[in-house]
């Protein structure tokens, strides 16, 4: 085996007390993809921020093609030849395409190499199948087509090792398999990428070897990623067995949720049409659909946000005469939306405000108008302990918490009341395997006490494990219902596209 | 009434127009270079003032006017280096820090004003710079006096707009000031230092102020009074908005100011006599403020704008 593109040796680094990488050695050779699995929090990021320059490791050598580099910027590492696409992107939405990929390249002339960057950026098309149109401003591209700009700007700095940071968890299932084949590609010819994931099963169809981390440390590596067992992996990543959660029988009681013939208008996204739904105590309904197709309408419906044009809601046997949330939330509706951070929290208070932030003039937070500090402490104290959520404190930015960690608390936040129905929009979403099986057992829980939840999700596997029934959407409507017996992943793909129509 | 009109579209109402937009003008672009590598720079009214004094002092004790422009310039740059100090490198509020540097500029002005000149009944003034014609284009009828027959400052302010266009938009330095004022994250990680391309688009912002300030004690007034400046650092800053931080639109709208402050002064000076001399002031301003209320409305300013840069924050 010839010298590896890339070495990391002995690498430790500290943010205060906290140890987020330690002692840790890793490899990639030319045309080889590395999986770097762990849980959120595991060092995995904080590693490859040491590789790309980010930050400065307290111990340890990095070596490119078998010499010793020191890498103190992002600029001496894309002149070692590391790319890296992070999981937020970094790019400019107002500047084009091209403006975007120039950055940092010194121009001929004293102007900018206009001509030149076209030629580049063809000739990646070709070598790799990735095109975009240049003088498209990056706001009009999908985020796919950004995550393509990102990999293509690293390409064009002449990037012999890619580095991606959790690159499938903001693509649709259809934008991955096309992301695995440019990647496949790339390393045919000779590239290295190290491909950083917690989802097993893209790992182990992508990867030919994996390290593990746990803790900062190296907690196991995987020679044949394809034909170990997610399971074995997991514990790995877990450092002990997941067991899928407990689902018992369920008996679903009287309806405490029914939409009929619900329509909307506008808003952005895709309307509702005719969208008539009945969710019953101590039932899980789980939604399916490729994204945009209804979905967030159906939240915002649901929420109280987005007031329907026709139809008629009721909840636990009210009807529903004013949409607001706060109407909705007094009718005994809990929701956990979609973005945790635009639409769940205020990242920039502390999380005890966040926590109560629904209920914040409600009695049990403030008296005679103003605000109860102590009670809004106490509670979120007390939900901080019931729910494990790993923070400072009450007081701190709620900003400052990981994605499981706020996830817990917006859970809290809504469980605390009793809901009678719950509605959810992707409720693990780029949570590790640990936080997300504590939401799914928290739903189970809330199902057998008799409330009736909703599951919006991307995610067929979850929505198989959790739900009692599966409503597909697609273009707005209700393509069909399957009873969870009935439902299968294949199934449910076919109705997803419309093929399958079922009443 | 034709009268009026007459008296108020002549050859020197267009002249005039070119002279009072001329400061505005490079007020306007140091303001927006600095605006577009994402730092607020509210230190322009008095970044013009002390370089408007600088360069007065230096052109009345040296006898030479260029010396004046090139000191003014230099306490333009000196204080942009200053804002940028508090701002980028150490990532205080645009606001609070910018308010700050007017204060402070603004009573240094004063106050070696008085030391040096001391409190003269009649104000000390220059000899400032003449109007140079330039030839064969200052024959064209009516437009070769407007503008062809100006301070060398009005032609440099003319070269200045394009040039700033193209800086700006087709050198790498140019695409560098727009992506940090845009998303410095993504300048960083291509190698670009965000610091180094705040501190000189504000430098370079500050100098531009400065040769606003130097125009105004140079050629237009040739002498320095302490309302020299007098709210035209405040225009500019509505000018980059109303402009949408592009240069040619920015030096559009300090045409646009300019014909409606000339429009005032021509109209003070005319038969409408019986009218407050204070409403025809108001005029540009009542001006500025319908305009930004309808233009202003789509106008994006760079996402990154007001946002300190710190690269280890996560």
Redesign the interface.
Known sequence: MSAPLIEMRGITKSFGAVKANETVDLSVAPGEILGLLGENGAGKTTLMNVLFGAYAPDAGEILVEGRPVAIHSSADALAAGIGMVHQHFHLAPRLTVLENLLIGIPGKSGRIDRSGGLARLKEIGRRHGLSLAPDLPVSALSVGEQQRLEIIKALFRGAKLLILDEPTAVLAPSEVDGLFAALRSMVGQGLGIIFISHKLNEVRALTHRCVVLRHGKVAGRVDHPASTTSAEMAKLMCGHEIAPPAKGASTPGASVLTLDGISTVGHGGTPLREVSLVVRAGEILGIAGVSGNGQRALADVISGMLPPKTGTMTIAGKAVAQFSPRELQALGLGRIPEDRMTTGLVTNLPLADSMVLPRIGTEAFSRKGLLDPAAIRAFAEEQIKAYDIRCPGPMARAGALSGGNLQKALLARELAFDPKVLIVSQPTRGLDIGAARFIHEKFLAMRAKGCGIIVIGEDLEELLMLSDRIAVMYEGCIAGTLSGADATVARLGLMMTGAEGHA | MSAVFEQIFQVGFLAAIIRIATPLAFATLGEMFSERAGVLNLGIEGIMLLSAMAGFTAASLSGSLWLGVLVAVLVGALMGALHALFTVALGLSQHVCGIGVTLFSSGLAYFLYRLIFGQQSVPPSIDGFKPVPIPILSDIPILGPAVFNQFTLVYLAIVAIPLAAFVLY???W???V??VG??P????????SVIATRFQAVILGGALMGLAGAFLTMAQFNAFTFGVVSGRGWVAIALVVFGRWDPWRSAGAALLFAFVDALQLRMQASGLGHIPYEAFLMLPFIFTIIAMAFMSRNA?AP?ALLKPFR??ER
């Open positions: 087709r050198t790498p140019g695409l560098s727009r992506m845009e998303n994250r993504a300048a960083d990680s291509a190698g670009v994006v996402s690269r280890e």
